[in-house]
């Protein structure tokens, strides 16, 4: 069973401070990664891929991957109560169906 | 770019009826789109990957003469959730592959069969 693991939370943090989330992944044959944001009662948004080891950087979001490890992460700067949602990692399948497999998601609660 | 649409956003339906649900891939074609359930509180279960121009292949327990899909062309699916029972009441979303092989959501449709 292909297995996408992330602690549910929910993790706090005050404004302005860097939120980490972790994800990790049993499928080694994997080649794509991606962070979504949910908010309550709406549809997951794609805010972060990543495809190489290393960091990848957009905005105030950085998304960091290991490989050798099956590791990734998002790290958000500068946290918002806006950025308050479901964070959701998902793991494209090695197999050519192009279908995700997503961790459970952690709540990030920013409070003022 | 690579806007998903849905229609309707939420709908309630009496139990034993049929209620359609369409996916639409605005600004590009997609010849792979999804269909997800989600209940309160849980996480995406994925249901059925849908193919254009194939049949629909369905997930493990997934029932696939009650949840029909249809993908006629590279810019719409269906969902058909047929003779609705309360227990099929939750978020539907679809997602479709876009151009640069993302995944992108549609905004849900919320299902309450009564």
């Known amino acids: 069973q292909k297995e996408v693991e992330q602690n549910s939370g929910p993790l706090s943090v005050p404004e302005g401070a860097i939120a980490s989330l972790n994800c990790t992944y049993s499928?080694?044959?994997?080649?794509?990664f991606f962070w979504y944001r949910q908010y309550s009662g709406k549809s997951p948004e794609l805010i972060m891929s990543i495809y190489s080891n290393g960091d990848k950087e957009d905005g105030r979001f950085t998304a960091q991957l290991n490989k050798a490890s099956q590791y990734v992460s998002l790290l958000i700067r500068d946290s918002q109560p806006s950025d308050s949602a479901t964070y959701l990692c998902a793991v494209r399948s090695s197999g050519n169906t192009g279908k995700l497999i997503f961790g459970q998601g952690t709540t990030l609660q920013v409070k003022p | 770019g690579a806007v998903v649409s849905q229609h309707p956003s939420w709908v309630i339906c009496k139990s034993g009826t049929s209620v359609k649900i369409e996916c639409r891939s605005l600004?590009?074609?997609?010849?792979?789109m999804f269909w997800y359930r989600q209940f309160p509180k849980q996480s995406l279960m994925l249901m059925a990957t849908s193919n254009e121009g194939s049949k629909a292949t369905y997930e493990q327990g997934v029932e696939k003469d009650k949840f029909l899909i249809n993908h006629a062309s590279l810019t719409l699916s269906t969902l058909t959730v047929t003779s609705a029972h309360p227990e099929d009441s939750s978020f539907y979303i679809c997602?479709?592959?876009?151009?640069?092989?993302?995944?992108?959501f549609g905004p849900g449709t919320r299902l309450t069969v009564t």
């Open positions: 499928d080694r044959g994997s080649q794509s």
């Open positions: 600004d590009f074609q997609a010849t792979t």
């Open positions: 997602s479709a592959i876009g151009p640069n092989y993302e995944q992108y």
